[in-house]
């Protein structure tokens, strides 16, 4: 089973500003939505790795999140986090499609999945 064939729609694609996070529902996860300066949507848990920040209200640089709480900085493409702090958050599928915008399944990366 393939993860896009799960997607559900959360939002119109213009209410989610450039660099401007938001939070959403989906089913049972808190979900952090950014759309980059480059147009592309990004979808990461909402939860920083450290202390549990709200990611969704930090800032954004390129591909990058800064935890608002204590400034981790966090890939939203592989949702890692970045050196000198440790960690990983989870990343999901997005489309957009006739303007909205859709979160589909977890993607993973291979940080995710080594074990070390
Ligand atoms: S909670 Fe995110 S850096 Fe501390």
């Not at 993860?3 to 939002?11: D, S």
């Amino acid at each position: 089973m393939s993860a896009t064939k799960e997607l559900v729609k959360v939002m119109k694609l213009e209410d989610l500003k450039p660099l401007i996070g938001k939070e959403v529902q989906v089913r049972d996860e808190t979900i952090a939505l950014f759309r980059l300066s480059n147009g592309e949507v990004r979808a990461v848990s909402n939860r920083c790795p450290h202390k549990n920040g709200p990611l969704a209200e930090g800032i954004v640089s390129g591909e990058y999140v800064f935890c608002p709480l204590h400034d981790w900085k966090i890939s939203l493409t592989t949702g890692e986090v970045q050196k000198p702090d440790d960690g990983c958050i989870a990343t999901y599928e997005t489309a957009v499609i006739d303007g909205y915008v859709y979160v589909g399944g977890l993607k993973h990366h291979e940080k995710h999945d080594l074990n070390r």
